[in-house]
């Protein structure tokens, strides 16, 4: 069963920076696709980067280019989330999810990012 755990979530004031972590556990990890999601209050979830298992396949929202970055460590298992120059506008509950070979899509619980003016 694949689970993920998203961490590094906080408080930040603007202009500040996070790392975002995602640790994730059971399956085939390198040969998962991961992505970030974002829900702020009252808003749909959406896309902010996604990092596939074949190497250079990496894409990121409007918002988050040239903010964000998304890596992956395949042997400790987990997915970052580097984010700089955070505005207001970037507070949500953050989510990584994991896309397996075969259709499935696994989700963790979420970290939140507040990032106060």
């Known amino acids: 069963q694949v689970q993920l755990v998203e961490s590094g979530g906080g408080v930040v004031q603007a202009g500040g920076s996070l790392r975002l972590s995602c640790a994730v556990s059971?399956?085939?990890?390198?040969?998962?696709?991961m992505g970030w999601y974002r829900q702020a209050p009252g808003k749909e979830r959406e896309f902010v980067a996604s990092i596939g298992w074949r190497p250079g396949s990496i894409d990121y929202a409007d918002s988050a280019k040239g903010r964000f970055t998304i890596s992956r460590d395949n042997a400790k298992t987990t997915v970052y989330l580097q984010m700089s120059s955070l505005k207001p506008e970037d507070t949500a509950t953050y989510y990584c999810?994991?896309?397996?070979?075969?259709?499935?899509?696994?989700w963790g619980k979420g970290t939140l990012v507040t990032v106060s003016s």
């Open positions: 059971g399956g085939s990890f390198s040969a998962f696709d």
């Open positions: 999810n994991a896309g397996t070979v075969y259709g499935m899509l696994y």
